[in-house]
């Protein structure tokens, strides 16, 4: 027989190199995975036989993922860069993926044209489109590819026996296993076994010359009849999956994963979580969802039986959380760890020869046929058309799902942060990115400076990122209470990791930045902020490391690609001899078992019918219910829902939209009065949860109260509003609120203001700094401190002034010790203090001593977010002592003090007043520090308190703040002489300002208040500007 | 007491034999003549060391100076046996003890003195800290380290000159030194600003040492105002202005230093309003009150200085708020509201309106004047029907409507 070209084979691929090689340009780089990818490769091409990379977290190994994709990338990029590589990878992923499909195709069809239509229809199918172009989960791909190359060969071994399958099939499945280690594992159990129950079944039906029916007894002998080769290559492939990636075994072994489970969107519940459902259910089914009658008809048939469980239980378990099956058949355990994706995608790419077949069928075959007969041809040709359009709008959808909901942050130039690290040594301290997405892979390739972060949360060490269910530090607003509090705890102790640089493309995180004692240091030509923080030591030349035997750095470096040359070798004949159509080629066995797709079941396409039926009765529900919950003008709750949803995405036109039409607020005057406003609320703060209540309706106006809670980087707002609606013809509206109507006395005011400017070093050198353009560190003075227990946890107080004649920085740290002073804990002051400090500036402080949240397993990770929440640390024993190590250093920057606090009234329990801000800045977030005393002068406890709005020039903001019940708080130790400043007893320099002092003046304080608790109250502002000018 | 000396000899003893016994070893092997006698050179002389030509399998010198240990070997002449040492090490002054060896046996050992320059060819100069507060009680130190030619610290007793400029004095010193070193602790003056000094030496001048004098800590001062008027209309600035605030010696303290204003208001209330130093001067913004009132006013360097007390008295800008109730419409307008000179009070004046029932407060209301007006719509309140006593507060006047049905 004389082979001839399978036209629609060749389609495919020239069909899918075109499509998706001119894609992967725009789609790729924006993918989550692929900068990981890149990253990884980086690493092999910068050190190929090196397991250890440096560069994330505090160290990690590469021995964590399997090899292969990487160090193709590593390779490729000697010729032409790294992402060069990528694409490259990606190519050959798209090349093996259509080859894979179409081999897999013909193995259980047994027919050139299904195939042919299989292989031409994955180029397009939406499960392949986004694990590729939304996912870039090259690995994945491939490892399934070739999975899919070495089924045939696996088939053959099984059914005729003959050594050379055993070793193709085996050679094939190594390159699986170095490409991706969870594929051939749960490859075989869903591919390879329902596999060996085909290939069990066809013997069966060959040794029954007489008969097509399989019983079970022929099927048993069958089985017994091929035991051997079956536990033959099942042992030795488990063998392969073993010795290939050994050292990643060992590693998982030594180092098993203490990451708490992250959330991920392939375990939520579809219905209740729509935008999951769609990403992991809607779009990887896509059209293969009309056609699941079709699919499971023909997999439940008696030769794919076992393909009909195995197809069945990948799709079960692709729902995720939506039924509590998949969660029961996993055990909890796994249920948390696996992203259940992948199931989905499997089932879609064991769906493909069906779906081939049955365009088969349905272009050319029986149900054509059929159709036409029974409903005429118009509606064979409209059904065509309906099937080919939803299936094309499926691939172009998910195709640019990327495009019009970003999953990543836009493009960010990385020269200029490159040259940054590269300049004057930053590189010898860690940096962090914020706000950056997967990108922040892509930076950490292009430079060797070191970042505290990092993108594949499975092989992190550092508890206080193990012990959180967060991704990556870089993203920590996307995960409430847990990302924040993981955030602070590096940006409070920073020195601790080295710590000193910020890239911040996400202006979110400036508050909490500005108020753990940060700076800005310059804005990149891309826009990125620097932010730094004074005081951290630069890493030391020598990082500890893990150590690895050689022979696994060998392993690791060779055997991934010698199983890729073997593989190749071995197949490289079958290759040619298909490819140039060499007559020497026999049919494969598997031809024989063709089916002869002549006679379609008419109950099938009633069943079809039925279910597509339901299936748009279905859709069309969820649209209508879709737009009943968020046609804005239907209910007074809409309205408000919509308004304020529309001020959280800034969408101020749709917002002023929902405004009264007869109020006569224009949408210019709307703009400006949201262009003024300015704060932690409407500049910082994410609406997370809104409640409405209707106080009173009537036809035509509504009365609602509306509680809000927004998520803002320094802590949870809450915020209740008494909101008018009115109705105006048949539609809700919102009545506008009033503007201030405060005029400030002048139109132009002047101001002076001392700056400062530090060169550095005076001369452009790369030496040292000299001698003499060392600055010399400020003198402050610690005045009071105390340890103090409050609410079971304990915190150091008091405070310090800057004595000197510069601006200072100022770090305080405090350690707490025991009576046979041994070390309990030890942190920095976070938000209650001023880290900077004008010449003879006082500011109140207080140290809380924080542990790593959630550390014990048992402890239950909180629902809701709360970025104030605070977990104490754990002490061994009672504190007795402390000691206080102050570092200052001179900062010219973020010295703002130009607030004025007004009508200050206390009562009994709260204080209210004005802040007034007399200054040319906009002060965006003004930090209230409310220092406590006792009768006898004494500070005994430091509260803070953030007031959401902005406070514009020579305007005034309202504050009322309750006061702290202190009646549980004791005084533990006043003590200061075991207070340092620079390395300087604290009473040295007290004793240069000793004769100078005058006492506290009364009139600084607040009238005494008749409380037990304390007696005077102190107030301070801190004042946080967004737009420096 | 006795058992000290004991303990002592007993450690003494043994130490004193080892010491002879590492003397007396080489010398006693074989016999070398030593030719060359001399053991004090001058920094850059070349050294020589030469021995009576003795058959020997493998000479060398062993040279341990304060660069390290050096094994020489012996230059190729016949009649003697010679050793050369490298420059790098007659460049250096100090002590090199040397060592001839055959093999593993030594022969002959002895020490070489190697004397810096007088001339002094470079100095090196540090002063720390480079800032100190005037008033004589903080101090600096310069350290300098004047070099010869090789760069080795010249031998004690030779002698630099400190120059100084101090303000517009010349100040002339001389440094003899000593361990290598002449250093001079200097005391502040009492004129902050900046000093220069500078060493020279024989041969040599440093680089140019700065310290900068700064103010000491503030002394007491006054404080005066000027405002635009003295009504108290909510919207002029009034600005507290100190005196030049200086140190003990009157130097002006430095820039940027921080002033606290605290105001008690005639109700006892309190305000703070802060302000930094230009030129030794602070200037403080005060919002004028809404009401007649009386401030006293004082400024303080927290714990350091303070002011005088100045009292502000402002003189009640409104005297009256007419206020409409529009029966039909449930409106309240409070206006015009005059000032002082009976135009409108500036936008933004704040007008309370407070309703009570039976006495009790239920309900208050915050809004602006806008030409000194402002309107309350009490149908949107959300109360229930029925009477009620209603109160309207600005610039320190209340206004009472009774019994208004809602």
Redesign the interface.
């Known amino acids: 027989m004389v082979n001839t070209t399978n036209k629609y084979l060749i389609s495919a691929l020239l069909l899918g190199i075109a499509f998706h090689g001119s894609s992967i340009f725009f789609t790729l780089e924006s993918t989550y995975d692929a900068l990981i990818h890149l990253f990884f490769g980086n690493h092999y091409a910068e050190n190929w036989f090196e397991p250890w990379n440096f560069k994330w977290y505090t160290g990690f190994t590469v021995m964590s993922y399997p090899p292969l994709v990487h160090q193709s990338i590593a390779l490729l990029s000697y010729i032409g860069g790294l992402k060069f590589g990528l694409y490259t990878v990606a190519l050959t992923a798209v090349v093996l993926f259509i080859t894979g499909v179409y081999r897999f195709s013909l193995l259980m069809t047994s027919n050139r044209n299904i195939a042919g239509y299989a292989a031409l229809l994955c180029v397009f199918s939406s499960s392949f489109v986004e694990t590729l172009h939304l996912f870039g989960q090259l690995p994945s791909i491939i490892g399934i590819s070739v999975l899919l190359h070495a089924l045939p060969e696996i088939y053959l071994w099984l059914y005729n026996g003959k050594w050379r399958y055993l070793i193709t099939s085996l050679s094939l499945i190594a390159v699986t296993v170095t490409s991706h280690h969870v594929t051939p594992i749960f490859g075989m159990v869903f591919f390879i076994f329902p596999l060996i129950g085909m290939v069990i079944m066809d013997r069966a039906k060959d040794d029954q010359k007489d008969s097509d029916k399989v019983t079970f007894r022929l099927f048993l002998r069958a089985f017994f009849k091929l035991f051997k080769r079956i536990v033959g290559f099942g042992l030795l492939s488990l063998v392969l999956i073993i010795t290939c990636i050994l050292p990643y075994w060992i590693n998982t072994k030594n180092n098993p994963i203490t990451q708490v489970p992250i959330p991920h969107g392939s375990r939520d519940n579809f219905i209740e979580i729509t935008s999951s459902g769609l990403v992991f259910f809607l779009i990887p089914w896509g059209i293969l969802l009309i056609l699941l009658p079709y699919i499971f008809y023909r997999y439940y048939s008696r030769r794919f039986l076992f393909f009909g469980f195995s197809f069945s239980l990948l799709t079960l378990l692709g729902t995720g959380g939506t039924t509590p099956i998949p969660r029961l058949m996993l055990g909890e355990n796994a249920f948390n760890i696996l992203t259940l994706d992948r199931f989905t995608l499997w089932a879609s790419i064991m769906a493909l020869p069906m779906l081939g077949e049955f365009t088969y069928r349905f272009v050319q075959g029986d149900l054509k046929q059929i159709l036409q007969n029974r409903f005429g041809p118009v509606f064979h040709r409209i059904s065509g058309w309906l099937l080919a359009g939803l299936f094309l709008f499926m691939t172009i959808f998910t195709m640019s799902l990327g495009y019009f909901r970003p999953a990543q942050p836009k493009k960010i130039e990385m020269l200029p942060i490159v040259n940054f690290l590269n300049q004057d040594e930053h590189y010898k301290w860690r940096y962090l990115t914020l706000g950056f997405g997967d990108q922040m892979a892509w930076l950490s390739a292009q430079t060797n400076a070191l970042t505290v972060d990092g993108n594949y949360h499975s092989a992190r060490r550092l508890p206080e990122l193990t012990t959180r269910a967060i991704e990556r530090l870089e993203n920590s607003k996307f995960k409430g209470i847990e990302g924040i509090g993981s955030l602070q705890q590096f940006l409070t102790v920073p020195e601790k990791y080295n710590l000193k640089y910020i890239f911040a493309n996400d202006k979110f995180y400036d508050p909490i930045l500005f108020y753990c004692g940060w700076q800005r240091l310059q804005r990149l030509e891309n826009g990125i902020q620097v932010w730094e923080k004074i005081n951290v030591p630069p890493l030391s030349k020598i990082l500890p490391r893990d150590q690895f035997p050689r022979y696994q750095s060998v392993i690791w470096g060779i055997i991934p690609f010698a199983t890729v040359i073997l593989a190749f070798i071995l197949n490289i004949q079958m290759i040619f001899i298909r490819l140039l159509k060499l007559p020497a080629i026999k049919r494969p066995d598997y031809f024989r078992h063709d089916l002869k797709l002549t006679r379609f079941p008419k109950t099938l396409v009633n069943i079809s019918h039925a279910w597509f039926i339901a299936l748009m009765v279905m859709t069309s529900w969820g649209i209508w219910q879709l737009y009943i919950r968020y046609d804005a003008h239907q209910s007074p709750e809409n309205a408000i829902l919509a308004y304020y949803d529309a001020l959280d995405f800034k969408e101020f036109e749709k917002a002023h939209k929902l405004l009264d039409p007869e109020s006569g607020k224009s949408l210019d005057q709307f703009m400006l009065e949201m262009s003024v406003g300015d704060g932690l609320l409407s500049s910082y703060a994410k609406l997370d949860s809104i409640t409405t209540t209707i106080?009173?309706i009537n036809d035509s106006a509504a009365?609602v109260s509306v509680n809000g809670s927004w998520i803002s980087p320094l802590e949870q707002i809450y915020r209740s509003e008494?909101k008018?609606v009115i109705k105006r013809k048949n539609k809700w509206f919102l009545v506008p609120e009033?503007q201030?109507?405060?005029?400030p006395?002048?139109q132009l005011m002047a101001g002076?203001?001392?700056k400062?400017y530090n060169h550095g070093r005076r001369r452009v050198t790369t030496e040292q700094s000299h001698?003499?353009d060392i600055?010399?560190q400020p003198l402050v003075e610690i005045?009071s401190a105390r340890l103090v227990k409050f609410n079971d946890s304990y915190a150091v107080i008091g405070e310090i002034?800057n004595?000197d004649?510069?601006?200072a920085d100022v770090i305080i740290k405090s350690t707490l010790y025991n009576s046979e002073n041994e070390s309990l804990a030890s942190y920095n002051s976070k938000f209650h203090m001023k880290h900077k400090l004008?010449?003879?500036?006082?500011t109140a402080f207080r140290i809380d001593f924080e542990g790593i949240a959630w550390q014990s397993l048992d402890e239950s990770v909180p629902k809701t977010y709360d970025p104030d929440r605070f977990t104490p640390v754990e002490l061994s024993d009672l504190p007795e002592k402390f000691d206080l190590h102050c570092e200052s250093n001179v900062s010219g920057k973020e010295?703002y003090?130009?607030v004025?606090?007004?009508?200050?009234?206390l009562n009994n329990q709260s204080i209210s007043g004005t802040l007034?801000n007399?200054g040319l800045s906009q002060v965006t977030i003004s930090q209230l520090l409310v220092s406590y005393y006792n009768d006898s002068d004494e500070i005994v406890w430091v509260d803070h308190h953030f007031i959401d709005e902005g406070i514009r020039q020579q305007r005034k903001q309202n504050f009322d703040i309750e006061l702290k019940n202190l009646e549980t708080l004791k005084v533990i130790l006043s003590d200061l002489s075991t207070s340092y400043i620079n390395g300087e007893q604290n009473s040295e320099i007290e004793s240069?300002?000793r004769e100078?002092?005058?006492p506290?003046?009364d009139?600084?304080?607040?009238?005494p208040v008749n409380r037990t608790d304390f007696s005077y109250i102190k107030?301070q502002t801190n004042n946080y500007i967004g737009n420096p000018k | 007491m006795k058992q000290l000396s004991i303990k002592i000899f007993v450690l003494v003893i043994p130490l004193i034999l080892g010491l002879f016994g590492i003397h007396q070893n080489p010398s006693n092997i074989l016999n070398v003549d030593l030719i060359s006698d001399q053991t004090v050179y001058h920094v850059g002389d070349a050294i020589r060391i030469e021995f009576k030509a003795v058959e020997l399998e493998s000479p060398s010198l062993i040279c341990r100076s304060s660069y390290g240990t050096t094994v020489l070997l012996p230059s190729e002449k016949k009649e003697s046996l010679e050793f050369i040492l490298p420059d790098f090490l007659v460049k250096k002054a100090g002590t090199i003890s040397w060592q001839l060896k055959d093999g593993q046996s030594s022969l002959k050992s002895g020490k070489l003195t190697i004397i810096a320059d007088q001339e002094i060819n470079s100095i090196e100069v540090?002063?720390?800290?480079?800032?100190i507060?005037a008033g004589g009680?903080d101090d600096a130190m310069i350290v300098t380290i004047p070099l010869d030619l090789y760069n080795n610290p010249v031998p004690d007793t030779s002698i630099v000159t400190l120059y100084g400029q101090i303000g517009n004095d010349t100040e002339i010193d001389t440094l003899r030194v000593s361990n290598g070193i002449a250093f001079k602790r200097i005391f502040s003056p009492e004129l902050a600003g900046r000093s220069i000094y500078s060493v020279e030496g024989t041969n040599a001048s440093s680089k140019e040492i700065?310290l900068n004098i700064?103010?000491g800590?503030?002394t007491d001062f006054t404080i005066d105002f000027n405002r635009p008027h003295n009504y108290a209309d909510g919207?002029?600035?009034t600005r507290v202005q100190t005196s030049i605030i200086t140190d003990a010696f009157q130097n002006i303290?430095?820039?940027?230093?921080?002033v606290?204003f605290?105001i008690?208001t005639k109700s006892?209330?309190?305000?703070?309003?802060?302000?930094?130093t230009?030129d030794g001067i602070a200037i403080?913004?005060?919002?004028h009150p809404e009401s007649n009132d009386s401030y006293?006013v004082?400024a303080?360097?927290?714990?350091?200085?303070?002011s005088n007390t100045v009292q502000l008295e402002y003189e009640q800008a409104v005297f009256d708020i007419p206020v409409t109730f529009h029966e039909n419409t449930k409106e309240i307008v409070a206006g015009p509201i005059l000032s002082f000179l009976g135009q409108w009070i500036?936008?933004?004046f704040r007008v309370k309106l407070k309703i009570y029932q039976n006495d009790t407060l239920i309900k208050t209301i915050s809004?602006?004047?806008?030409n000194g007006r402002t309107k309350f719509m009490l149908n949107?309140l959300?109360i229930p029907e029925g009477k009620y006593t209603i109160k309207i507060e600005a610039g320190g006047l209340i206004k009472e409507l009774k019994t208004i049905n809602l």
């Open positions: 106080k009173s009365i008494i008018t009033k201030d109507l405060d005029l006395p002048d002076n203001l001392t400062y001698h003499e600055l010399r005045l002034q004595i004649n510069v601006p004008l010449p003879k500036e006082v010295l003090n130009e004025g606090i007004y009508e200050m009234n007034v007399f240069k300002t100078r002092r005058i506290i003046d009139l600084k304080l607040l009238k107030l | 540090y002063a720390g800290p480079p800032d507060v009680e700065i700064n103010p800590l503030p919207n002029q600035i303290i430095a820039d940027g230093t921080l606290e605290r008690l006892g209330n309190k305000m703070i309003s802060q302000a930094t230009i403080a913004p005060l919002l006293l004082e303080v360097i927290p714990g350091l200085a303070k500036p936008d933004g809004e602006q004047t806008i949107d959300d």
